[in-house]
């Protein structure tokens, strides 16, 4: 199809490549030289430079068609904006005005719901003079499916659900959807995990990720019941990193192989103090925890496992497959941010997750990751790398800087949630109906990269694979097809994982798509995105006016008025109505031949940079 019409953006020029990061070599010693930390360690000291949400921002809001809003002085809605505007106007920081109604759709629909809204969606709001409609579309999409459907994929890809639970990733993919259905609260979802059992994991959803998170022991077994073929100790390890990371937003994997202390200084301040041997005692809840592989016949059952707490206790000097040997130490469960240890007679695995939850760290590190979700960059940066001795502006390591930019929001955003029975939807109202969300992304007048921690303007991101796959078949009115068991889902984020072949799979990879074999990344930009968008089939078969796609329903509906196709294509595409200058270009390629301009036009638009960003 030829390209008559030059409405893109060079969005190469916005991204930066995406470097690979160093794999680290397998430790074979406790005893470490600090050249050899160096070296191992490289990925976390050196980390990839994440773009500064500011500067992405700017470049991003220059190519927005319209000027600024002007600041003006904003309604204070909740505590959030006591806090966000309060800051900004002792410290004499501007900030953006409110975002336009469109801007405002568009955004939350994105934010809640993973796609972009419809063209009646649009006309209805915009139209609209009901004072209070901005909270009432809140509301909308917080009971949707689509709110439903976008977080469960979320928390498909924080616990890296894939092949290893075997049928079990559909019934946790289920499980995690009913959950927020009901608004289930988060800290009882939390506990359900940690202290999961099941005969198997194919039947009990919460058993999932601890079956996800099983270390191969050996390639075959010695007999049909070896307990050999998970490793025990690693699985330990690797479920207690994982309830640190993904519960309280701190990263144990180093101290899981040797004490803070000589190598942490310039990384972590809380960790550098913290030992080996803590992390054995956090380990330890996990100790009575047994994982076996089901065998029937000679031949493993595909990511089946029976878990349960048939295991003697952790063994500190036990060998491990994944880390450098264990030397030993007190094997007694201790929870490693108070000490607490079990109550006589109580499965460790539970008191894990009753002393874990009650903990303020766990819904500190939870509203923490939400808000950098939907703000564009959390509170304390990144959210899954707490530094705990750096949370108190009143009691600060020398030499340090004061880890969150809004300590006080932050712990009362954390007090707000626990008081809400630990609700996500009640988080995700509170923050989306403040002022602060609904700043605009354009700002005017000068842009100082120093307002960023003020979060003087709302920050763009790049939409996710899904995101943008989605946002595709909703403008161009051309479902996917997608498998769910029997079924054929129209949308990436209605099946469990990674889906699709061909085109589809090699676009999606492009655009960041987890492979759920390691921790999820927010999507970065490469200088194959803006190609696969001009020459995808993802994009070229959509825009193509047959098989009842937008464009063939808009040139039938509109036989002969040009500049309706025109409105609609940027209503459905953009989210928005198109300025004087675009809608005369349009008209003027749709002239010569009105079907080639008018699948030109939206090939246009899906490839302008404000299409891949929600703003």
């Not at 004490?259 to 009575?288: C, I, P, Q, W």
Request: contains cysteine.
């Amino acid at each position: 199809m030829r390209r008559l019409l030059v409405l893109v953006c060079p969005l190469a020029l916005l991204y930066a490549a995406d470097t690979k990061r160093p794999q680290p070599p397998k430790l074979n010693e406790e005893s470490l030289t600090q050249e050899k930390f160096s070296e191992i360690h490289a990925p976390i000291l050196q980390p990839t430079k994440k773009a500064q949400p500011g500067v992405l921002t700017e470049s991003v809001a220059k190519t927005l068609p319209g000027a600024a809003a002007r600041s003006q002085r904003i309604t204070r809605r909740n505590f959030i904006d006591n806090q966000i505007f309060g800051k900004m106007e002792r410290d004499r920081i501007p900030h953006a005005g409110l975002a336009s109604d469109q801007e405002f759709l568009r955004r939350v629909t994105l934010d809640l719901a993973g796609r972009i809204p419809s063209a009646q969606d649009i006309r209805e709001f915009t139209a609209s003079t009901d004072t209070s409609k901005r909270d009432k579309l809140i509301d909308k999409l917080l009971a949707s499916d689509d709110f439903v459907n976008k977080w469960a994929y979320f928390f498909m890809d924080v616990f890296r659900a894939n092949g290893k639970m075997g049928r079990g990733q559909d019934l946790f993919h289920y499980w995690m959807k009913e959950n927020l259905s009901v608004d289930r609260p988060y800290d009882d979802i939390a506990r359900d995990i940690i202290a999961s059992s099941a005969k198997s994991n194919h039947v009990v959803a919460a058993s999932n990720v601890i079956a996800r998170e099983h270390v191969q022991g050996k390639p075959q077994p010695d007999d049909g019941h070896d307990m050999g073929m998970v490793h025990q100790m690693d699985t330990h390890d690797e479920v207690a990193v994982l309830f640190n990371k993904v519960f309280l937003g701190i990263n144990t994997s180093c101290i899981s192989c040797h004490d803070g202390k000589g190598h942490l200084e310039k990384v972590n301040v809380y960790l550098s103090t913290r030992k080996r041997t803590e992390f054995y005692g956090n380990a330890a809840f996990m100790g009575n925890s047994r994982y076996l592989m089901y065998w029937e016949e000679g031949k493993p059952q595909s990511g089946e496992f029976l878990i349960d707490d048939g295991n003697p206790g952790y063994d500190s000097k036990g060998k491990s497959m994944i880390r450098v040997p264990r030397f030993g130490g007190s094997a007694s469960p201790a929870f490693m941010l108070t000490g607490e240890k079990p109550r006589p007679g109580v499965e460790p695995r539970v008191e894990l997750g009753r002393m874990l939850t009650a903990h303020p760290q766990f819904a500190r590190a939870t509203v923490n990751l939400f808000w950098a979700k939907l703000m564009g960059q959390g509170i304390v940066e990144p959210y899954d790398e707490f530094d705990l001795a750096r949370q108190d502006p009143r009691n600060l390591p020398a030499g340090w800087d004061l880890q969150p930019s809004h300590p006080e929001l932050l712990n009362e955003l954390a007090a707000s949630f626990r008081q809400s029975n630990h609700s996500i939807k009640s988080l995700f109202r509170t923050i989306t109906k403040s002022s602060a969300y609904q700043l605009s992304a354009r700002f005017d007048g000068e842009w100082k990269e120093s307002y960023s921690k003020y979060f003087a303007r709302k920050f763009v991101r790049q939409l996710g694979a899904e995101e943008i796959h989605d946002s595709i078949a909703v403008a161009t009115s051309r479902p996917g097809a997608f498998k769910r068991g029997k079924e054929t889902m129209p949308m990436a984020m209605q099946v469990s994982g990674p889906a699709g072949s061909g085109d589809v799979k090699t676009f999606m990879a492009a655009f960041g798509q987890s492979n759920r074999s390691n921790p999820p990344k927010d999507p970065t930009g490469s200088p194959l995105q803006p190609l696969l968008m001009m020459q995808s089939g993802v994009i070229n078969d959509r825009v193509v006016a047959e098989k009842d796609s937008r464009v063939q329903r808009l040139l039938d509906t509109y036989a002969t008025d040009d500049a309706k196709v025109v409105e609609e294509l940027f209503i459905s595409t953009l989210s928005r109505w198109p300025t004087e200058g675009e809608r005369g270009i349009a008209l003027a390629a749709m002239k010569p031949d009105r079907r080639r301009g008018a699948q030109n036009l939206q090939w246009a638009l899906l490839n302008q940079v404000e299409f891949l960003f929600n703003y």
